[in-house]
């Protein structure tokens, strides 16, 4: 629908009356509705609209609401010329009062006249229904394809048209959704928008149910009434020329009726009079040679075609009669017209009538003659009663003055009024409908004369004419008859008879000046078709030589179309050229027999080998009797026809049948080639789907290179040399091992005992020691798809279709073993024959017993009916397309599943042959899982449930998890396992929005898109205290309940009457139901409802309309119980605010004594830390106090044995000491010769006395030592180099026990030496620096001086 305008909108809201059609949403199916205007009233909540919706709901909506809008076909002007006036729309004045609507007592009555008038108007458009034949061909569901005849009509005028052979198949108007549906058993399949009179022809669309193509339909007009079996019957539909005479033959036991019996040929065989005995009853009544013998006694005798059948049934009847004077027997007979009558009126008052009149036609049961010179004057039979024996003949004028064109304007302006809304008129109108049609009768003739006759006389009367006033002047008209002979009208001759499916089409031509009398050229004509079936007789096998039933039609022109033959049966056809005085037949056809569309062929195989192919096709039941249908193949670009094994018309390929392939020869090695199998009857051509194959040699052998693993996904890199010559063209398939998941196994896969166990493809326990097999865990999805991938199902097992195959030459490819075995030439048998399914006979097996023969053969048997129902179904691909095939490398392979170890070889293929690599070595995909999809959001209360889908091919150690955001963002619900999830923790009547995210190991996937916005609810509150206000007809039931208009609650109520009458949907608390019975008691009950939920209320009290109760009365009763409701809702809502406040502040304070219970026990926690810190910090210094008195102890320990040990030390010291000065005194005794004291030595320094140093007048202290002099150093080292150089003297034993152990005194000595090879470098380092008259260190200089002067004190 094209969006209006805001201007154009408003404006047609505007215009909406009582009886409008609009559209009005329903939040609850979420979809657009048609609806119709009912009332319009006001109220203190302004102006409203109550709506009815599926005649079983009424709504009240605001006229300018977003819940409403105008109807699609709607235009500016308000037409609406397809929708019938009811009773609601006649009475406009009343419902566009201000308050509310009156109704009128004689509602129910004109409900009646509506009623009747639609009836009438059904029963009208039936007629010219039931000449529309509906055809529907090409429909993905076949059993819908075929013809449809006129069943019924609706209501509301629309016919529903059934299938010829299945009663369940409809084609029918939908009139709520305004669209055309095909029908099985009330479940729609297909479905076509539009509103008209019949079913379009294209623009179908398909239900879930449904199979693409979706059906076309084809409209044909019969234009033909259908003639009863009883050809002897004068009436103006069934008029044959002849004269129906009754003749009563008494006393039949005793005496023979007088006449002898003959077969006569006129349009068809009947048995007639052949001769006439002198003096019998047959002779006396009349009768002559040539009667037709019609019925006896009520028995039909025209149709027996033998003397002997006639004779016996004659007899038959006459021994049943009782004897005696009553045994009477009645026989009708037909005589064929010689002549017929031509009438000339004269010596009437009104000139204008004097004229010569011929027959026309027939008038209630008698001929109808009409003036030669003015159409309209006619002289016809008005009225026939046969009880009273009477009728009246008038003579009448018929379309006077126009009156058909002024009555036609007259109801255009009448409709116009009603679609313009002028309502002033019609209730007049619509209650005179019915006179008005005997009114239009009665303006549309003018009578000028007429005659009493009896009922018998099929023709007028001569005399006793009488004028009719004020037309018709005396003298009254006289009638004079003439006799005139009957000239048979002209030949028909049939052109051409086109079978069609359970009908024929018959094409045919007759000179049309010949058809009518020149002296009647009013008369009516008309064609017959008569049909002669010749039933099939399936014992024998052949069509009977006789007729099994005949059949007339009736036709005003060519072609005709005979419909509901049985297809498959022989029918011969007589074309009829009637009027009303003879008829003309025409030659008999040639036998044509109605079939069935050819079903359409199915290319399920292409195979082939260098410079040929081989097409496997099949057609099912293409053989039965009701289809005959042969094969045609088209083959593009055309091939070489010299060389074909088949005849070739118009260059294709024709074939009887469908029980081997067809080979093709003498083709171009890699041209590609397009094959059409099509399927021929004589009804009509039916195509299978185009293939495409090209023949080549075989391919190279492939050397696989690498193999890498992605996310989901493997990448094979391979080498074939000349693969894509022109006359090899291979293409490569990819096989896995185990076999990558099909589209319904998004799932978890799991490894079976942690083993990888190679996956039997031929049905043998065939193994491989290259790369194992996997063991897979169906997933739910599987079931759930499994329609949708039924044929990659059955080809991921192919042990019906290959039972002799192996794994190396079964042409596995990708997880689908090829259907195709070793050579392809296999044939299925059935009950047509050979089928050209490959591969479906199974190997002999040799020792069997025969009951294991038997189990074989119904295994083979039930094989084969599986493979042919796959082939039969419509998702059906041909088995060398299945497998995908690749052009190049690399090749990426998708899906596989993550987790999983895979094993790869490349195939090489063509259709002539393949070659295959080696195994590769195992790889894994790994990688983050896929992008998920949002796919349903469901409201809930402060939640939201959400449905989402993920193709996450992976083991259980990489499968996914789920992340979930909400926007606004609340909290990012983390590790979801699985969907759905209800997304927790939502504010109620605010708009969310979601995405989701999966997580595995590996990472994470992006973000899915956003979905589209929902709103958690509040479930409704429940509506109370329901109270009723009664009044004429009609009841206002108020209710106290919180608004459901709020965002919070977005819903409405549903109020419903017991006992029932309709649902008021509502969106305010009251509701106002009307056109109730007074006198009756209602009770009402009220449920609300929005989207996630429903409350109902309990029933109210009952409530009775009543006429006496006054309006006054009834509107200040609904305002004095709306204020009080008013105000309790009020104090309701009040109440709930101060339990509410009351509950807060007892939270509050729940909350406050939970904080101080908590302060509490923090405070607590808090001292007894402190208090443990202080113990803590107490005990260590306690403990380091401790360790402190230890550490001293053992310290004073320490020192008392160093004491003890330096002690010991000073005594051994003081020893050594005394030892070496000894020995040094010895020693410079030994240098200086012996001679006097020496007071350098050792002991003589320890006894010399130190002297006082000198203190100088400035208060400084005088230095004694003199400068070292150079004389005084060369001395020094040369003292130095001989005691070097001299031995050293023996060392002296000291007695007793040392006071250091071993150790300890290495570790001294070791530790002075180091000491004395630090100063060494020191002094070494000083004396380099400072040269050798430099003094830059005093310090050591002194001390150099004073060794100087020591060592000179010495040798002195």
């Not at 039972?803 to 030459?809: D, M, S, W």
């Not at 090829?818 to 392809?824: K, R, T």
């Not at 992976?954 to 979801?976: G, L, N, R």
């Not at 106002?1072 to 989207?1091: D, I, M, P």
């Amino acid at each position: 629908m094209t969006e209006l305008s805001p201007e154009v909108d408003k404006r047609l809201r505007t215009k909406w009356i009582v009886g409008d059609w609009l559209q009005v949403y329903s939040k609850s199916r979420e979809q657009w509705f048609r609806a119709k205007i009912i009332e319009i009233y006001n109220d203190d909540d302004g102006e409203w609209l109550a709506v009815l919706v599926q005649d079983t709901m009424v709504k009240e909506v605001q006229r300018f609401a977003d819940d409403v809008k105008p109807m699609e076909a709607q235009d500016d002007d308000d037409s609406d010329d397809n929708v019938e006036m009811s009773s609601d729309e006649e009475d406009s004045e009343d419902m566009h009062s201000d308050d509310s609507l009156s109704v009128s007592e004689s509602d129910e009555d004109e409900k009646d006249k509506v009623e009747r008038k639609r009836k009438k108007a059904a029963k009208k458009m039936s007629k010219h229904h039931e000449l529309v034949v509906i055809f529907v061909e090409r429909t993905g569901t076949a059993i819908f394809n075929g013809k449809y005849v006129y069943s019924t009509t609706t209501e509301e005028g629309y016919p529903i048209f059934e299938h010829v052979d299945n009663k369940h198949l409809l084609i029918k108007q939908n009139e709520e959704e305004l669209r055309w549906e095909l029908i099985q058993k009330k479940q729609v399949f297909y479905y076509a928008d539009s509103d008209k009179e019949f079913p379009p022809s294209s623009g179908w669309s398909k239900t879930k149910l449904g199979d693409l193509p979706n059906p076309g339909v084809r409209l044909d007009s019969i234009k033909q009434q259908e003639a009863a079996d009883d050809f002897f019957v004068d009436d103006p539909y069934k008029f044959s020329p002849f004269l129906i005479l009754k003749y009563k033959f008494e006393r039949v036991k005793n005496e023979p009726m007088g006449f002898d019996l003959q077969i006569i040929s006129l349009h068809q065989k009947f048995v007639a009079v052949k001769s006439i005995k002198p003096d019998s009853q047959a002779e006396n009544f009349g009768i002559l040679p040539g009667d037709i013998l019609v019925s006896a006694n009520e028995v039909d005798l025209s149709k027996l075609k033998s003397v002997e059948a006639v004779s016996s049934a004659i007899q038959k009847l006459v021994k049943s009669l009782k004897d005696g004077a009553d045994s009477t027997v009645s026989i009708v007979m037909a005589r064929e017209k010689k002549t017929f009558k031509v009438l000339l009126c004269q010596r009437a008052g009104t000139k204008m009538v004097n004229a010569k009149y011929s027959i026309e036609g027939m008038e209630n049961d008698a001929l109808k003659f009409s003036n030669n010179d003015n159409k309209n004057l006619k002289i016809l039979r008005i009225y026939v009663n046969e009880e009273e024996d009477e009728s009246i003949w008038a003579l009448r004028e018929i379309n006077i003055n126009g009156a058909s064109d002024a009555l036609g304007s007259k109801k255009k302006k009448k409709h116009h009024r009603k679609t313009m809304g002028d309502d002033s008129d019609d209730e007049e109108d619509d209650d005179d409908d019915e006179d008005d049609d005997d009114e239009e009768d009665d303006e549309n003739h003018r009578d000028y004369y007429i005659v009493l006759a009896s009922a018998k006389d099929e023709v007028p009367p001569e005399c006793a004419w009488e004028a009719v006033d004020p037309h018709g002047l005396w003298p009254a008209a006289g009638l004079q008859y003439y006799d005139v002979k009957v000239v048979p009208p002209s030949k028909p001759r049939i052109l051409r008879t086109q079978p069609n499916p359970n009908a024929v089409q018959i094409r045919f031509e007759c000179d049309e000046a010949g058809r009518r009398p020149k002296v009647c050229p009013h008369m009516e004509v008309w064609y017959e078709i008569e049909m002669r079936h010749y039933k099939y007789n399936l014992e024998k096998g052949k069509t009977s030589k006789k007729p099994h039933d005949t059949k007339i039609w009736k036709t005003q022109e060519s072609p005709f179309v005979a419909n509901r033959l049985v297809n498959g049966d022989d029918y011969e056809f007589v074309v009829r050229t009637c009027n009303h005085i003879a008829s003309t037949n025409s030659e008999a056809s040639e036998r044509v027999t109605p079939l069935q569309l050819p079903p359409k062929p199915k290319i399920i195989d292409i195979t082939g080998k260098p410079g040929e192919l081989y097409i496997h096709f099949h057609c099912a039941n293409a053989k039965d009797r009701e289809i005959q249908a042969k094969f045609e193949i088209i083959v593009d670009p055309p091939i070489d026809e010299e060389h074909q094994d088949y005849a070739i018309k118009e260059h294709r390929l024709l074939i009887d049948n469908d029980n081997k392939p067809v080979r093709l020869r003498n083709l171009i090695n890699g041209t590609k080639y397009q094959i059409i199998v099509a399927s021929v009857n004589s009804v009509g051509v039916t195509y299978s789907e185009p293939e495409s194959a090209y023949p080549s040699k075989e391919p190279p052998t492939p050397a696989l290179k690498k193999v890498e693993a992605g996310n989901r996904e493997i990448i094979v890199h391979f080498d074939c040399a000349g693969y894509d010559k022109p006359d090899i063209r291979a293409w490569f398939e990819i096989e896995l091992e185990p076999p990558p998941p099909s589209i319904e196994q998004a799932g978890i896969l799991v490894r079976a005992d942690g083993s990888l166990l190679r996956r039997s493809i031929s049905g043998d326990d065939e193994k491989s020691d290259d790369v194992g097999a996997l063991a897979r865990q169906k997933s739910k999805m599987r079931v759930k798809l499994a329609r949708k991938s039924r044929w990659r199902r059955q080809t991921m097992s192919q042990k019906l279709m290959t039972p002799g195959a192996n794994f190396g030459a079964g042409g596995h490819v990708g997880g689908v073993m090829s259907p195709m075995g070793a050579s392809g030439k296999a044939g299925l048998v059935t009950a047509m024959g050979i089928s050209s399914v490959p591969n479906i006979a199974s190997k002999p097996k040799i020792g069997l017993t025969p009951t294991d023969a038997v189990v074989e053969e119904e295994k083979a048997a039930q094989d084969n009916m599986a493979q042919l129902a796959e082939i039969e179904s419509d998702d059906f691909v041909p088995y060398f397309r299945r497998s995908t095939r690749h052009h190049g490398t690399p090749i990426k392979i998708s899906p596989v599943v993550n987790g999983i170890s895979y094993a790869v070889r490349v195939k090489a293929a063509t259709l002539s042959g393949s070659k295959l690599t080696q195994w590769s070595e195992q790889v894994t995909p790994h990688g983050p899982p896929p992008i998920p999809k949002v796919n349903k959001l469901t409201p809930l209360e402060s939640s939201v449930r959400i449905e989402f889908v993920c193709n996450d091919y992976a083991t259980e150690e990489y499968k996914a998890t789920f992340d979930v955001e909400s926007f606004p963002q609340t909290v990012t619900m983390k590790t979801i396992e699985a969907s759905p999830y209800v997304f927790p923790k939502l504010n109620n009547g605010r708009a969310y929005k979601f995405h989701v995210r999966g997580v595995n190991k590996e990472g994470k996937s992006k973000w899915s898109e956003v979905s589209a916005p929902v709103t958690p609810l509040k479930i409704p509150p429940q509506p109370i205290d329901l109270r009723c206000v009664p009044f004429d007809r009609e009841i206002t039931v108020f209710w106290v309940c919180e608004e459901l208009k709020t965002p919070e609650y977005s819903g409405w109520y549903e109020v419903e009457s017991d006992p029932p009458t309709f649902t008021m949907v509502v969106t305010r608390s009251q509701a106002r139901f009307r056109r109730l019975t007074n006198g009756k008691k209602y009770t009402f009950k009220v449920t609300a409802v929005n989207q996630v939920g429903k409350s109902e209320s309990e029933q109210s009290e009952a409530s009775v309309p009543d006429d006496d109760i006054a309006k006054e009365q009834y509107t200040r009763g609904k305002k004095s119980i709306a204020v009080q409701l008013k105000d309790k809702l009020l104090q309701i809502r009040k109440e709930q605010k101060k339990a509410a406040a009351h509950n807060k502040l007892d939270k509050l304070k729940a909350t406050q004594q939970k904080h101080r219970q908590k302060d509490k026990k923090t405070n607590k926690e808090l001292y007894n830390k402190t208090i443990a810190k202080q113990q803590k910090k107490q005990k260590a210094v306690e403990k380091a106090k401790k360790k402190e008195e230890k550490q001293r102890v053992e310290k004073k320990k320490q020192m008392d044995e160093q004491r003890q040990r330096v002690m010991q030390n000073k005594r051994r010291m003081s020893i050594l000491a005394k030892d070496r000065i000894t020995n040094l005194n010895h020693k410079v005794a030994a240098t200086r010769g012996g001679g006097g004291n020496n007071m350098n030595t050792a002991s003589a320094m320890m006894g010399r006395k130190k002297k006082a140093p000198k203190i100088s007048a400035n208060g400084k202290q005088s230095s004694n030592k003199k400068p070292k002099t150079d004389s005084m150093k060369g001395n020094k080292s040369n003292k130095k180099d001989k005691t070097t150089s001299s031995p050293a003297p023996p060392k002296q034993r000291i007695s007793g026990i040392p006071l250091l152990s071993p150790d300890e005194i290495n570790k001294l000595d070791s530790l002075r030496e180091k000491d004395l090879k630090r100063a060494s470098k020191k002094q070494n380092s000083v004396s380099s620096g400072s040269g050798s008259g430099s003094d830059s260190s005093p310090r050591k200089s002194k001390k150099k001086k004073q060794k100087g002067t020591k060592v000179e004190s010495t040798v002195d």
